[in-house]
């Protein structure tokens, strides 16, 4: 149907798709991303390769599970997942990778420290989920409970997942997490690395405001988190 919103949020799942896989965030079919607009949520489809994905092979679901009907595919095994951090979070968009970085310090941490301040970006420090199965209602549980006070969890021997306002603003904090990962791996490299206090973490997150509040007033947009400016939401 033209002019259909539906159609734009498939045209977004499909472009950003595409991402994962260059960015090196998953493979073949795995991870899923969706979009909530509304009641609606689209989210991309169980076990097709990204690379082959169409826009009428996203679904459609209602907020409490429900498939919309005309869904041409059966959505992501993650489903529940997804539906579970939009009831319990201000996301508008969850991204879920298989990105190796997470997967190794999951499988050997039980959390990811700020070694960097960009990690405001999502919170502060990112708890590791406990692991169980994958599609199951308890991993949907454990990764709400991991994203208490965090836009991004880590799932043990499993993924990662972020939320943003948008699909931009989640995928960059996807991208912010993988990066943060692989820098703490190098850090370890050397040592034992020195991390930052929940102080100096404050201090970062009141500048990020207050530099935040400068550019409104100056009547500029803000855009999409940035990972290459310290995680804060520049301008563009
Ligand atoms: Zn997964």
Same mark, same amino acid.
């Given at each position: ?10 045209a ?26 509304g ?10 390769g ?56 999951s ?12 990690i ?9 989920a ?13 990764? #709400?409970? =991991?994203?208490?006070? &965090?836009?991004?969890?880590?799932? @043990?021997?499993? %993924?990662?997942?972020?939320?943003? !306002? /948008? ?36 201090? #970062?997150? =009141?500048?990020?405001? &207050?530099?935040?509040?400068?550019? @409104?007033?100056? %009547?500029?947009?803000?855009?999409? !988190? /940035? ?10």
């Open positions: 149907m033209p002019g259909d919103p539906a159609d734009e949020l498939r977004q799942l499909v472009s950003y798709s595409a991402r994962l896989l260059a960015d090196g965030l998953v493979v073949g079919s795995a991870g899923n991303i969706s979009v909530r607009a009641g609606v949520v689209a989210i991309t489809p169980s076990g097709i990204y690379h082959e994905m169409r826009p009428a092979d996203v679904c459609l679901v209602s907020l409490d599970g429900t498939e919309l009907p005309d869904n041409a595919e059966e959505p992501s095994t993650e489903t529940p997942m997804h539906l579970a951090i939009y009831a319990a979070t201000e996301a508008r968009a969850i991204v879920h990778t298989h990105s190796p970085e997470v997967i190794a310090l499988a050997a941490r039980d959390e990811l420290p700020a070694i960097h301040y960009a405001t970006g999502l919170g502060g420090p990112v708890r590791v406990p692991y169980v199965r994958f599609g199951s209602a308890e991993l949907a549980a454990a990764a #709400v409970k =991991a994203l208490a006070g &965090r836009s991004a969890a880590i799932l @043990r021997n499993h %993924g990662a997942v972020a939320y943003g !306002l /948008d699909l931009a603003q989640a995928y960059d904090r996807a991208l912010l997490l993988e990066w943060l990962a692989r820098t703490y791996r190098l850090a370890l490299s050397y040592g034992q690395p020195a991390t930052l206090s929940a102080a100096d973490l404050d201090e #970062v997150t =009141a500048e990020t405001r &207050r530099r935040r509040y400068g550019e @409104r007033r100056g %009547g500029q947009r803000e855009g999409p !988190l /940035d990972v290459r400016h310290g995680g804060q939401r520049e301008g563009r």
